[in-house]
């Protein structure tokens, strides 16, 4: 049988942490901005920065059963810490470039549901559930962030939210499956998830909603 390479093995651990650090940034940086958007002091921009970047990856940890990785590495601490002061301080210039952090938070989307999906799987997750902490892990954050500021989760409205993340979650499990799993595959799942996306938001795509009343 061929041996099954994971995602460390295969980028390596110190880029494996590259990719959680910056992703976590980007995530923070989205989630300061929308506490700036909502008059937020700056205690509340890092609370927001905070959930957008970890809640996601805490979620996943707490329903695999494993410690909270991400509140114990000190450079994911700081990587939030750092979001939040930019989101802050740069509030004005930020708000102006919304189509740029859409993108970034795009590519964090992408990157997460591979990652977490990779970590589901090397703690014996089965195929379904691999896949939905892929997702869990993807928009687990906005989630929480848009239920703390009393709105309807975006990922209920947004029909190519989480479904890009679930796209590029089965991309992994089906690779493990058949044992081509190698980095170009988790590349694939990246950019099925990153292109579904961009398109669902260039062209205002969604899923149809329930309306009670045309």
């Keep these: 049988m ?6 460390i093995q295969t980028i390596g651990g ?9 992703g976590v940034f980007v995530f923070g940086v989205s989630g300061g901005l929308a506490a700036a958007q909502a008059a937020l002091d700056p205690f509340g921009v890092l609370v927001l920065s905070a959930v ?3 809640s996601g990856g805490i979620l996943r940890d707490i329903m695999l059963g494993i410690p909270a990785i991400v509140v114990f590495d000190w450079r994911i601490v700081v990587s939030v810490s750092m979001a939040a002061l930019i989101a802050f301080v740069f509030r004005h210039r930020l708000s102006r470039w919304g189509a740029s952090i859409e993108a ?3 590519i964090g989307l992408s990157l997460f549901c591979v990652i977490g999906t990779e970590l589901a799987w090397q703690h014996h997750a089965t ?6 902490m892929g997702v869990v892990t993807a928009i687990g954050g906005g ?5 703390v500021l009393r709105e309807i989760p975006a990922v209920l409205r947004e029909g190519l939210y989480a479904i890009p993340a ?6 992994v499990v089906i690779g493990h499956e058949v044992h081509l799993i190698s980095l170009g595959w988790y590349g694939l799942a990246f950019g099925l998830c990153l292109g579904l996306r ?3 938001m260039v062209y205002d795509i969604n899923l149809p909603q329930a309306h009670l009343h045309r």
Excluded: E, K, Q
């Design 2 to 7: 061929l041996a099954v390479t994971t995602l």
């Design 14 to 22: 110190h880029t494996l942490t590259t990719i959680f650090v910056a």
């Design 52 to 54: 957008v970047g970890l």
């Design 104 to 106: 970034f938070d795009a």
């Design 127 to 132: 195929p379904v559930a691999a896949i939905l």
């Design 143 to 147: 989630a929480v962030r848009d239920i």
């Design 166 to 171: 679930m796209l590029g979650s089965t991309v």
């Design 198 to 200: 961009v398109v669902g």
